[in-house]
């Protein structure tokens, strides 16, 4: 298989991977559905495009502006203007009302798009209830792993079951990027309170979507975009500046004595849908039938990645058999980097833990590190020559725009809970390309023993069948995988060329006839 290198007697397929939601094993128990989370970073989240809306401070149904008038620089569109001190004492842009120039029904559409876009599936935000051990959504008393004190954030997107709110205090968005929050319920700011933005973070790249009406109290200081559901009201306390847009397409927006700013400040470069967060769960044996996963970082600069190899964790999840003692070893050709075993032992333990990715288990192992682009192999082995079933897993901690490429991972396919199962994210606001391939009988080319030899693709979104292939050429679309170039070199075996929405899948890989052996499971994005 052309994305395959010798090392060592075993073989690295030069591809990415990370995280996603892992099945239990095969249909039994998808049908069941055993399903293994594991947190997912909150960067890379991807910013919606705002289309004829970007220019505006202020679009609404009503504008009402009460007590004294309130500066405006941008554009303000709204079918109703109105209050005790309409209009407003300065809007530097255009004030339209009715259908604003013919605008209005376009800037419709691109408000329901945007929305959608921050609450589409392949966003991965993190759980800011699940961070407070409770029902809170109180934004300043959030503290994320990685980010102090209290209050600050990272780039990436934060869910909030029910309200979300700033009680006290200060938020601090720190570090270029994008930024999500939103939630099921409203949006409150307490009097005095502040947004403050740092290390890079641009008010044009935070978004604000709030599933109820958003209230921000006086003298307070709000940085980002509102797009308030449709129809809810943004209510805006005397004397509160804000930098961003106050967005409720339907709704009504209240203000008094206020400073609106459209941003200044350069935008990230909205990323293009890619593959993202992909892990390998299987059987970790011995010698040849170690697990081996390959990926290559894209670019031109160095990134940081972490890299774990779970096992004593999966048995909460009902799995069995697990690999009590993983241990990690990371290649560059055949050049160990570095290795580890518990990952509490890492010299930089700290970091790990800070990053919100360490296991769950003191026995699993860790790497956190930053690689020049380039290939680089992941070895999991158990402590002691022992065996069991484990997953690998690679995150990229920073620079989303070095893309990681080409996943793959090598293990041992049997039956039952120990086929090889893959799952995958793809990111962005637009479908994305992709052929999945599982090999077996290739891998014999090259030295493996003991190989799968009639390997069987299934692709699944949650617990839907997607796609199936058993054989390549049996495929529908067979001359469309061979002009991809990557079409598997042996006619058992198997591939998927299909073209995906962003959100998480996972790919199957099984014996067509029961057979068990080693084989690889590969995705390329096209």
């Known amino acids: 298989m052309n994305s395959l290198v010798q090392h060592r007697g075993l073989h690295r397929a030069e591809t990415n991977f990370g995280l996603v939601q892992i099945y239990r094993g095969w249909r039994a128990l998808l049908g069941s559905a055993a399903i293994l989370f594991v947190c997912v970073p909150a960067l890379a989240a991807t910013a919606p495009a705002l289309g004829t809306t970007s220019t505006y401070a202020v679009v609404s149904s009503t504008f009402l502006n009460d007590g004294n008038p309130t500066n405006i620089t941008g554009d303000v569109c709204t079918s109703t203007m109105g209050g005790s001190a309409a209009p407003v004492a300065s ?14 029904a376009t800037m419709g559409t691109d408000f329901t798009a945007a929305l959608a876009t921050l609450n589409g599936a392949g966003q991965g935000c993190i759980n800011v209830n699940a961070l407070t051990g409770g029902d809170s959504g109180t934004l300043n008393t959030v503290v994320v792993p990685g980010g102090t004190p209290a209050g600050t954030f990272p780039p990436g997107c934060y869910a909030v079951i029910g309200a979300m709110s700033i009680a006290a205090g200060s938020v601090t968005l720190s570090g270029p990027g994008v930024y999500i929050f939103k939630s099921t319920g409203t949006l409150d700011t307490a009097t005095g309170t502040s947004v403050a933005v740092s290390g890079g973070a641009c008010e044009a790249d935070v978004f604000w979507a709030p599933n109820g009406s958003t209230t921000l109290a006086t003298t307070s200081s709000f940085k980002g975009n509102i797009l308030d559901g449709i129809a809810n009201a943004i209510t805006v306390g005397t004397t509160t500046s804000i930098v961003g847009r106050l967005l409720s397409f339907g709704g009504v927006v209240t203000t008094d004595t206020d400073t609106i700013s459209l941003p200044t400040c350069v935008t990230a470069q909205a990323p293009s849908s890619r593959l993202v967060n992909l892990s390998t769960r299987g059987q970790v044996q011995t010698g040849d039938s170690v697990m081996i996963g390959g990926f290559v970082i894209g670019g031109s600069t160095p990134k940081k990645v972490l890299i774990r190899a779970v096992g004593p964790n999966l048995a909460n999840f009902g799995v069995s058999d697990v690999l009590l003692d993983p241990a990690l070893q990371l290649y560059s050709g055949q050049n160990v980097l570095v290795s580890n075993d518990d990952w509490g032992s890492a010299a930089n333990a700290a970091d790990i833990q800070a990053s919100t990715l360490a296991p769950s288990d003191a026995k699993e192992a860790a790497i956190l590190t930053t690689l020049n682009p380039g290939a680089y192999t992941a070895m999991v082995n158990g402590v002691g020559g022992t065996s069991g079933v484990a997953i690998v897993e690679v995150f990229e901690l920073d620079t989303p725009e070095n893309p990681l490429l080409n996943i793959s991972t090598r293990g041992q396919v049997q039956t039952g809970d120990k086929v090889l199962i893959g799952g995958f994210i793809i990111q962005g606001n637009s479908p994305q390309t992709v052929l999945i391939r599982v090999g077996g009988p290739t891998l014999t080319n090259y030295g493996v023993p003991g190989v799968l030899a009639n390997p069987r693709l299934d692709l699944f979104s949650g617990q839907t069948n997607i796609a199936s292939n058993d054989d390549w050429p049996s495929a529908a679309n067979a001359a469309q995988i061979q002009a991809t170039g990557l ?6 075996e198997s591939a998927i060329l299909i073209s995906l929405q962003p959100g998480a899948y ?21």
């Open 506 to 526: 996972t790919a199957i890989m099984s014996g067509a006839d029961g057979g068990t052996g080693v084989g690889i499971v590969e995705v390329f994005a096209q």
């Open 487 to 492: 079409a598997p070199a042996n006619a058992l």
């Open 91 to 104: 809007i530097a842009g255009a004030y339209t009302t009715g259908s604003c120039n013919g605008a209005h």
